[in-house]
């Protein structure tokens, strides 16, 4: 027997109710917390969340579908633009300070940050915000997403201006 999603009890059919911007399945009672929403088949909400075994082959055809048509239709939310920071940040910073032949003072006021940010930064004790990578990964030269590795040696054998920034990044819109 299906579960309300609020309170817990058991009841033979239960509402498709959205309450503060999330969609849960409730009973009679709690649905007058939210408003309903209409779904185009109530076969597919209810087996949704069945832990039950009982007519396994039209269950689990019915969850097999639900679940392909939500993810092929799955809304994009915040984390799908995030970039990740690698792992060895810190030591891309300092490698690539250390090469540059800068302090992490002159570092700092270079890209106008405070040289404590900078320290931080090289012992990994914090991450860079997004404008902190920016102006680092502008100035240095380096990139400090995940995936996006930039090999040192590929930078050192380009001394002579022939290659630049465009040659080595990745565009996320190709």
């Known amino acids: 027997m299906p579960q309300c999603e609020m309170c817990g009890a058991e009841k033979a059919s239960l509402t498709t109710t959205k309450v503060e911007g999330a969609e849960l399945e409730l009973c009679s009672d709690c649905s007058d917390?939210?408003?309903e929403v209409r779904t185009e088949s109530s076969s597919s909400a209810?087996?949704?969340?069945?832990?039950?075994?009982?007519?396994?082959s039209s269950s689990s055809s019915?969850?097999?579908?639900?679940?392909?048509?939500s993810s092929?239709?799955?809304?994009?939310?915040?984390?799908?633009?995030m970039e990740t920071v690698t792992g060895d940040y810190d030591d891309r910073i300092r490698k690539a300070r250390e090469s540059a032949g800068l302090s992490q003072e002159d570092l700092a006021s270079d890209i106008n940050e405070k040289?404590?940010?900078?320290?931080?930064l090289e012992r990994g004790d914090i991450l860079p915000s997004d404008g902190v990578q920016q102006k680092l990964e502008k100035k240095l030269g380096i990139s400090l997403v995940e995936g996006e590795s930039v090999?040192?040696?590929?930078?050192?054998?380009?001394?002579?201006?022939s290659m630049t920034l465009g040659d080595v990044v990745k565009r996320n819109d190709e």
Do not use: H, N, Q
């Open 46 to 56: 209810s087996t949704k969340y069945s832990t039950s075994s009982s007519s396994s």
């Open 62 to 69: 019915g969850s097999a579908g639900s679940s392909s048509s």
């Open 151 to 161: 090999d040192d040696a590929d930078w050192e054998s380009s001394s002579s201006g």
């Open 72 to 81: 092929s239709r799955r809304r994009r939310d915040m984390f799908d633009d």
């Open 115 to 120: 040289a404590s940010v900078i320290r931080k």
């Open 33 to 35: 917390f939210g408003t």
